[in-house]
């Protein structure tokens, strides 16, 4: 299956080569541009449903992600577990359910998220849904690209795993070879 969705990224023009700067603040020779492959309905149904069918049996009643390509894949897996979409919004220096949005101690809560660089963002919203007692069953994402997969203490799923190397600036040979910083989506 790694093979189709690695497609769906290329054809939608979401491997992107160059010198990036990302979200989490490390630089890599590769982007992948999720909001590429977010903008055809048909490969981010098809994408969530992966997610969907690896935790269609944990009894999930809510599904959580962080702003801003969690929206999108929390309302999708949502609706096709049949469930509740929420997402978490940077609030200062954390994140918190916003707009009305609670969970009910207790609740079976399914975090989604678009690339995993870091997890920051992943982090950020368990640390929302533990705040209001959520009861975490799992993680799904888009694309895990970290080098070394995270262990956030339940079960992390991903449609695809593309393990790409990123950088500290202090560290960076494409600073060092003079390549031109890019941050995408600015």
Request: aromatic share 8%; hydrophobic share 40%; proline share 4%.
């Amino acid at each position: 299956m790694s093979d189709k969705v690695m497609q769906i990224f290329k054809d939608a023009g979401a491997v992107l080569e160059g010198h990036f700067l990302l979200t989490s603040g490390l630089h890599s020779a590769v982007y992948w541009e999720k909001f590429r492959v977010l903008q055809y309905p048909q490969h981010t149904v098809k994408l969530c449903s992966l997610i969907t069918e690896r935790f269609k049996k944990d009894s999930v009643q809510v599904v959580a992600g962080p702003t801003t390509g969690g929206i999108i894949l929390a309302y999708e897996v949502a609706r096709q577990l049949g469930v509740r979409g929420i997402f978490a919004e940077k609030e200062g220096d954390k994140r918190a359910f916003r707009r009305g949005f609670t969970i009910v101690p207790g609740e079976r809560v399914l975090i989604v998220d678009d690339v995993l660089t870091t997890g920051g963002s992943i982090q950020g919203t368990i640390e929302a849904v533990n705040e209001l007692k959520g009861k975490i069953v799992g993680i799904g994402v888009l694309l895990d690209r970290t080098e070394q997969q995270k262990d956030f203490g339940v079960p992390l799923f991903s449609c695809l795993r593309a393990a790409t190397q990123a950088y500290k600036p202090s560290g960076c040979p494409l600073c060092t070879a003079g390549i031109p910083l890019v941050r995408p989506g600015s």
